[in-house]
């Protein structure tokens, strides 16, 4: 099956150059992964991205990226070249090619498909540091093919090639590596945002008065605090729950939410006696609203306060 982004790459068994048989999703772990298809080592511009990937490896290795190039080649010739050669990351020996057919990366109709002033280029590099062609193994019309997945190997970036050089250069590999944890990273930050008020008590601990993530806004328990001075309203029950539920609503306000949008409620209680005059102050903000509840007495609450409520809302 062709790759596509947003694709699951499934898994594959592959064998590597030490003679075992390895597992793509065990061996790649957590990471990102760039998987490159070329033709075979012989190949002079095949060479030349193996020297350029070993170059920069140490770069993906900063940001934690797993690169394996698959070649048709046999383990013997590999070997051979790797004396030479000490390359750091995994190659892949596919001399019969299981893995291209897996994936449908096909070959050339002809020669003249190969050609490409890119493909020019390419060869001019190689010869400029002095490569050569060496045994010729697997099919020569092969064309190449990149892909990027993420740590749960969905398919950031594909590219069949076109023509015998029609993929990004390592340099360039390394550069739309860098701009998908960019763009991972600035999309994390969207779907999580902390939020805070003055409007609401300050919170006690290692936590945030409310967290939007997803979509979905998480509210903290709140306490019956008066914010302005961080004591608490009154020792009456009603007086409590009525301040709990008016630091949910200005929480609430603040991340651009309202009391109708609550889909749960908490409330926390320290006796279940009290749990009429909590019910009925409740039943003032969010009766009509009817979000789904849990109500439970519990031993203790911060501050030996009569009533703590945590709310999620939803829009």
Do not use: W
């Not at 947003?6 to 793509?24: H, P, Q, R």
């Not at 511009?45 to 920069?56: A, H, V």
């Not at 050669?85 to 596919?94: G, V, Y």
């Not at 190969?114 to 010869?127: N, P, T």
């Amino acid at each position: 099956m062709k790759l596509k982004e947003n694709d699951i790459i499934e898994n594959f068994l592959y064998d590597s150059i030490d003679g075992t048989t390895k597992s793509y999703y065990e061996n790649k772990k957590e990471k990102m992964g760039v998987l490159v298809f070329l033709r075979y080592y012989g190949c002079t511009i095949c060479q030349l991205d193996i020297m350029e990937y070993n170059k920069l490896y140490e770069e993906f290795q900063k940001l934690n990226v797993d690169v394996k190039i698959v070649l048709q080649s046999r383990k013997e010739i590999i070997e051979k070249e790797n004396e030479k050669t000490k390359i750091k990351f995994e190659l892949i020996c596919d001399p019969e090619a299981k893995l291209y057919n897996k994936f449908e990366i096909n070959a050339a109709k002809n020669i003249e498909e190969l050609k490409s002033d890119r493909l020019m280029d390419k060869v001019k590099v190689a010869k400029s540091y002095g490569l050569i062609h060496g045994e010729y193994e697997g099919n020569e019309l092969q064309l190449p093919a990149t892909f990027i997945v993420d740590k749960n190997n969905s398919v950031l970036y594909s590219k069949y090639g076109k023509d015998g050089a029609d993929i990004p250069r390592a340099k360039e590999v390394l550069e739309i590596v860098k701009k998908l944890i960019k763009i991972k990273k600035e999309g994390d930050e969207k779907m999580k945002k902390i939020i805070h008020t003055e409007k609401a008590p300050a919170a006690l601990g290692p936590y945030s008065q409310a967290i939007e993530a997803n979509g979905v806004l998480y509210v903290s328990g709140q306490i019956p605090f008066v914010p302005e001075t961080m004591t608490l309203v009154s020792d009456c029950v009603k007086a409590q729950t009525r301040q709990s539920l008016e630091n949910v609503k200005a929480i609430l306000e603040e991340a651009g939410y309202s009391m109708k949008d609550v889909v749960k409620a908490g409330v926390f209680i320290k006796n279940m006696d009290d749990f009429a005059a909590i019910n009925e102050v409740y039943a003032e903000y969010l009766g009509d609203v009817k979000p789904a509840r849990a109500c439970v007495e519990v031993a203790r609450l911060p501050k030996d306060v009569k009533v703590e409520i945590e709310v999620v809302a939803v829009k």
